[in-house]
């Protein structure tokens, strides 16, 4: 069964009440790409990739500046599980899911977790547009196969 999602409802919502530049280093260019990246190791590790997909938009959304900001993942968890029902309905599992890797997403963990970890690999493939070179040490072995495209692909913004 397929979860309801305003795709456009989300990110309208997103953009209107974001705090920084929307196409600096968080923005939504980043945010594409940990959707790219996200779907690809997503769909090889059979991740949940409706959570995967609002991860990728909601992880940065609750940032306050494009500098060292240790909430915004606790922000974003908070964000996501308040409009849940307004703009996606997912079952309580993947709610948790969610709220899990956006408040955790930044501490450089790693999880068993596919579904989780595929979110936290999307955005750590992703670290290149901020001179950071992605350790396959915090990276499933699914996602280290991509470092050296997306580190490229990072770097032209």
Partial sequence: MQSQYDRAGLIALIKAEFKIDWRGVHGANHWAR???HGKNIGAIRKADLMVVELFCFLHDSCRLNDGRDPQHGARAAEFAHGIHGDFY????MQLETLCYALKHHSGGDVS???TIQTCWDADRLDLGRVGIFPSPEFLSPEAS????LAHDWSLRR
């Fill in 112 to 114: 068993l977790d596919a």
């Fill in 34 to 36: 940990v959707l790219h």
């Fill in 145 to 148: 196969i991509f470092i050296d």
């Fill in 89 to 92: 309905s997912l079952k309580p």
